[in-house]
Structure formats: structure tokens, C-alpha cells
């Protein structure tokens, strides 16, 4: 049973669209994230809630919105996409807010606009 | 501000060799944690350990251990004995209390060949 889960695991799209990753998780965490991993590989935080609530917007381009509908889910859409979005994207969760605990990532969504 | 080194950026070693992958890190804070992740080519990412900055003992689990040296605020990770499927890319994080999001170095990619 996969701990956190994000879907599609990949997705193809041209400029312009908007697109959505969907992200579960089953561990019973209080806290969920979106991370976004570059072609360099390096790893950046996008967004963190905390039992739905928003708590870390990593200035992030408001055409990225996070919506939470329950402890156990966090979405990410993107509108108008642009090349400059291609990228994994990661969900992950911890158990709780606070920086103490380790996340858990789900296995990441690459995502090619063209 | 909170700030994650990895210097090395490809280390390939034959197997059976011995690897100590480098993590220095800056914080201002008294409190924190340190993690390490293994990304291996399939791309999810793999919790390894996490440490807290007032636990300085060395852990060791199989042939992974870690030395923690708030002196020289580096946290490195030795593969004993490496093996092909230790081939990744791994990478330190930072996070602090009050942040709640990892702050990852840059990542080292390990290449061992048979």
C-alpha cells in the first residue's frame, strides 16, 4: 500500500494549458508539501500546509495553486503552462509542522510542456 | 539563512570500495535537523535517517553510517563497501523549527561499477 501517492506520473502538455497533479497520502500526517526538482536535479520547496492550511508559499508564480480538500490530500494545479514549468514535481508528508520530522515523498510527476 | 553544501558532484567508485559522501551546512539556529535522501535512477525519493542537532553520536545501520560534527557543521555519509545498487543520487537537508520545509544541497551523484 503506497504511502503517498501522486498522479499522473508523467504528463506531456503544450504551453498554454492547464494541468493538474493530485498527491494522497495514507500515513495519517498532519502536514503536506510540493517540492519541484529541476534539470539540475536540485530539490525546492514550492508549498507547505499544515491540516489543510497554508503555511509556506516559496514565492511561487501565482499560476501554481495548492488546494487541500482534507488532511489527506493535496493537489497542485497549474494554469497557463510555460516551458520554464517543465520539472518533477514531488508530493511529500510528515507527521507533523515543525521541521523535526521526516517527509515521506510520493514517487514525483515529470512534467514536459512543450 | 539556511544553507546546505554538497561539494562533490559525482563520486564513481568500484564495488567493495569504501565512499564518504560531504554535507556541510549554515544555520542560526541552535535547533535543527539533518536528513539524508537517496534518489536512485528509478527517481523517488528514499528517507535514509534524520538527526537532530543535539544528538552528535555517529549512527551506523548495515553498511550506512553517519558522522555528525557540529564543530565543523558537517554531516557526512559513508558507504561501506559499496555495491551497484548504491549507485543514486544523494542528497543532505536542513530544516528548522518554525520552517517547515527541507532545505536540500545540490546532491551528489555515486556511480559504482561491478
Known amino acids: 500500500d503506497t504511502a503517498v501517492s501522486q498522479t499522473p506520473k508523467y504528463l506531456v502538455t503544450q504551453m498554454g494549458n492547464d494541468k493538474s497533479i493530485k498527491c494522497e497520502q495514507n500515513?495519517?500526517?498532519?502536514?503536506m508539501y510540493w517540492y519541484k526538482q529541476d534539470s539540475k536535479k536540485f530539490l525546492k520547496i514550492m508549498f507547505s500546509?499544515?491540516?489543510?492550511?497554508?503555511?509556506i508559499n516559496e514565492t511561487v508564480p501565482n499560476r501554481f495553486s495548492p488546494k487541500s480538500p482534507d488532511k489527506a490530500h493535496l493537489n497542485l494545479h497549474i494554469n497557463s503552462l510555460e516551458l520554464g514549468d517543465s520539472a518533477v514535481y514531488f508530493c511529500?508528508?510528515?507527521?507533523?509542522f515543525g521541521g523535526g520530522t521526516e517527509a515521506f515523498f510520493g514517487q514525483g510527476t515529470r512534467l514536459t510542456v512543450v | 539563512a539556511q544553507k546546505v553544501t554538497q561539494a562533490q558532484t559525482e563520486i564513481s567508485v568500484v564495488e567493495k570500495e569504501d565512499v564518504t559522501l560531504d554535507c556541510v551546512y549554515e544555520?542560526?539556529?541552535?535547533?535543527?535537523?539533518l536528513f539524508w535522501y537517496k534518489q536512485p535512477p528509478s527517481g523517488e525519493l528514499v528517507f535514509l535517517i534524520r538527526?537532530?542537532?543535539?544528538?552528535?553520536q555517529n549512527e551506523i545501520s548495515g553498511r550506512y553510517s553517519w558522522n555528525f560534527q557540529k564543530s565543523t557543521s558537517s554531516f557526512n555519509f559513508t558507504i561501506t563497501a559499496s555495491q551497484v545498487v548504491d549507485s543514486a543520487v544523494y542528497f543532505c537537508?536542513?530544516?528548522?523549527?518554525?520552517?517547515?520545509?527541507?532545505?536540500f544541497g545540490t546532491g551528489t551523484r555515486l556511480l559504482v561499477s561491478p
Open positions: 511529500a508528508s510528515s507527521l507533523s
Open positions: 500515513l495519517g500526517h498532519d502536514t
Open positions: 500546509y499544515n491540516n489543510k492550511e497554508l503555511i
Open positions: 544555520t542560526r539556529d541552535t535547533t535543527y535537523y
Open positions: 538527526r537532530n542537532s543535539f544528538d552528535e
Open positions: 537537508a536542513l530544516s528548522e523549527p518554525g520552517f517547515q520545509k527541507l532545505v
